[in-house]
């Protein structure tokens, strides 16, 4: 065994020098007192950070709701805003007595050039399929009528109603007649 000068074992020197300075090696472990208080300390922190998330959580959840009923209430605004000049344009002319057809005529074509350009800002287009392949997803077909060889086996010999959407979406579908298949 090796051991300091003194012919103790290595291990039994430091719990000598333990004991010549007035300690106990078990001073140097602290009392489950201490752990306790320290790991309850640890817990009351940990409880203090989750109830500040769970607090931060609910804020976020709020304001997010808020923002979405703000972005529904005010989505169409846009959109509004430039139908009222063809509103404006509508009533005026109705206003008007004095008018020829003819000059009613070009009113109605300046209005519907309005609500065009209205139509286009908001991503509304229009769906005509007049020569078209027959889509299920963007037409309703009314009828079916047997081909004369001018238009093609299942596309579109008649546009009942036009057909709109919102930028890739079918707003409603064109009501249309289709050439039946052989």
Do not use: C
Not at 84 to 112: C, F, H, M, N, W
Not at 137 to 157: F, K, T, W
Request: glycine share 6%; hydrophobic share 40%; aromatic share 4%.
């Amino acid at each position: 065994m090796t051991g300091d000068e003194s012919g103790q074992p290595a291990g039994n020197a430091a719990q000598a020098v333990g004991v010549q300075n007035g300690t106990a090696a078990a001073d140097a472990v602290p009392s489950p007192e201490a752990e306790l208080a320290a790991a309850q300390a640890r817990a009351d922190e940990n409880h203090g950070l989750y109830l500040r998330a769970l607090a931060e959580m609910e804020n976020v959840r709020r304001r997010t709701q808020e923002e979405v009923a703000r972005a529904h209430k005010f989505a169409i605004e846009s959109f509004a805003e430039s139908l009222v000049p063809v509103y404006d344009s509508l009533e005026k002319a109705l206003q008007d007595e004095s008018s020829s057809s003819t000059a009613l005529r070009e009113g109605v074509q300046i209005t519907l050039r309005q609500l065009r350009a209205a139509f286009e800002r908001g991503r509304l287009s229009e769906v005509n399929p007049l020569g078209e392949k027959f889509d299920p997803h963007r037409h309703q077909a009314i009828s079916a009528v047997a081909g004369d060889g001018s238009v093609a086996p299942n596309h579109v010999v008649a546009v009942l109603q036009k057909g709109w959407m919102i930028a890739d979406r079918v707003l409603r579908p064109a009501l249309v007649t289709v050439v039946q298949a052989n």
